[in-house]
């Protein structure tokens, strides 16, 4: 068999052609893992057939530091008329659909995208120690937009100060004050947030206040909801029959994005918290 051209792969979940890398500056959802994507995507034009980058090169079997003590294996759902429960992300809590990450022994289960999400990163308002993603068993308060982060959710945490931070409220923009005394410049909470209400790990309802509408910025809508995402039709296939999918939940809408930003973020050693719009200027 004759090498594949570079830019193209071969993928279990479309064994019938090959993939190309494709860059496009608009939407498609990921017929992998189900969420949504934009940008860069592996595509079966015949097919209309896409996947995220990350989807189409994920390894089958992955160490992570979300999960160390075992490793995790890439597993596809079963059908819907097959299932026997539903499985959410231990992470984000959506649904899991398609592809994901699975520890059989602990029954750990994790999107391929979020398996992405920086391990640790630096935050304006706790510039004492870098937060890092962590499960905790203890309760706590969201030092950005003041609300709940229950007990067994994963949040941007300083252990040692007992500091968290919602993972979606990390892109969120502080407000920059001078102290009087020595004219220091000092990040606070924004302002101006409504009473909010809290479901699992996150702050439901929190919008993203930030000027730039760079495509990659997650959206106005909050990652956490306290009910499963429904099954809405998403497009058609080369058949023209009409596919379900069930990754399109307020989460599974902003991961995408949310992965993005804070991983360029952290490679370009920026402090979260802070005007981020530097980083995707034209």
């Known amino acids: 068999m004759s090498p594949l051209p570079i830019n193209t792969i071969q993928h279990f979940t479309h064994p019938k052609h090959s993939l190309t890398l494709y860059d496009s500056n608009t939407k498609y959802l990921c017929d992998g893992c189900k969420i949504p994507g934009i940008g860069k995507r592996y595509q079966c034009l015949r097919c209309n057939f896409d996947l995220h980058e990350y989807c189409g090169t994920c390894p089958m079997n992955l160490s992570s530091f979300l999960h160390p003590h075992h490793s995790l294996m890439l597993v596809t759902r079963k059908p819907h008329g097959e299932r026997r429960s539903n499985r959410v992300c231990n992470v984000c809590c959506d649904s899991v659909e398609g592809l994901f990450y699975r520890c059989g022994v602990c029954n750990f289960d994790v999107h391929p995208l979020c398996t992405q ?4 990163l630096r935050h304006a308002l706790h510039q004492a120690h870098p937060l890092k993603l962590r499960s905790s068993a203890e ?17 941007y945490r300083c252990r040692l100060c007992g500091f968290d931070i919602h993972i979606d409220c990390v892109l ?17 909470p924004p302002s101006g947030f409504s009473q909010q209400q ?3 790990g996150f702050a439901h309802g929190v919008p993203y206040w930030h000027p730039s509408n760079n495509p990659y910025f997650p959206s106005p809508l909050n990652m956490h909801h306290n009910h499963m995402p429904q099954p809405q039709p998403q497009h058609q296939n080369h058949a023209g029959q009409a596919q379900t999918h069930y990754g399109g939940g307020r989460i599974g809408q902003v991961m995408f994005g949310l992965v993005k930003t804070l991983g360029i973020g952290v490679f370009s050693n920026m402090i979260f918290g802070t005007d981020v719009s530097a980083l995707f200027s034209s």
């Open 172 to 188: 969120i923009q502080c407000e920059k004050r001078t102290t009087k005394d020595r004219g220091i410049p000092k990040y606070v």
């Open 117 to 120: 999400l920086p391990e640790a």
């Open 139 to 155: 309760q706590g308060t969201c030092a950005v937009c003041r609300g709940a982060c229950n007990a067994s959710s994963w949040r």
């Open 198 to 200: 809290n479901f699992g």
